[in-house]
């Protein structure tokens, strides 16, 4: 399984961004995908999780209210949308697939494929 974020960019605060993450090979029905944010220094923490069927959604504390987390699987594409977006969501976001006992558990305790690159989002004040 590789995954290949984009949709990253410069944004103003208040602003908005939808980002998203190719998954491929055929397990993206059967996964729970994830969406993380890392800033530097600090570790990589998961904002958002999403169960293989869409049905079930998880959000870390820190975010919720504010993104929105959907997958398209004839794309074997997932989604993030951030909306009204402030500096402190600059960073480098992530998403990776996982099995999970539940669908849509949180990432914590579960192994990850290989990381891809992520996509950069900066915030402008």
């Known amino acids: 399984v590789q995954v290949e974020e984009s949709g990253g960019g410069l944004v103003q605060a208040g602003g908005s961004l939808r980002l998203s993450c190719v998954v491929s090979g055929n397990t993206f029905r059967t996964t729970s995908i994830a969406w993380y944010r890392q800033v530097p220094g600090k570790e990589r923490e998961w904002v958002a999780a999403?169960?293989?069927?869409?049905?079930?959604?998880h959000y870390a504390d820190s975010v919720k209210g504010r993104l929105t987390i959907s997958k398209d699987d004839a794309k074997n594409t997932a989604f993030l949308q951030i909306n009204s977006l402030n500096p402190e969501y600059t960073a480098v976001y992530y998403c990776?697939?996982?099995?999970?006992?539940?669908?849509?558990?949180?990432?914590?305790?579960?192994?990850?494929?290989?990381w891809g690159q992520g996509t950069q989002v900066t915030v402008a004040s």
């Open positions: 999403i169960g293989g069927d869409g049905s079930i959604i």
């Open positions: 990776n697939s996982y099995f999970s006992d539940t669908p849509g558990d949180p990432p914590v305790r579960y192994g990850t494929f290989a």
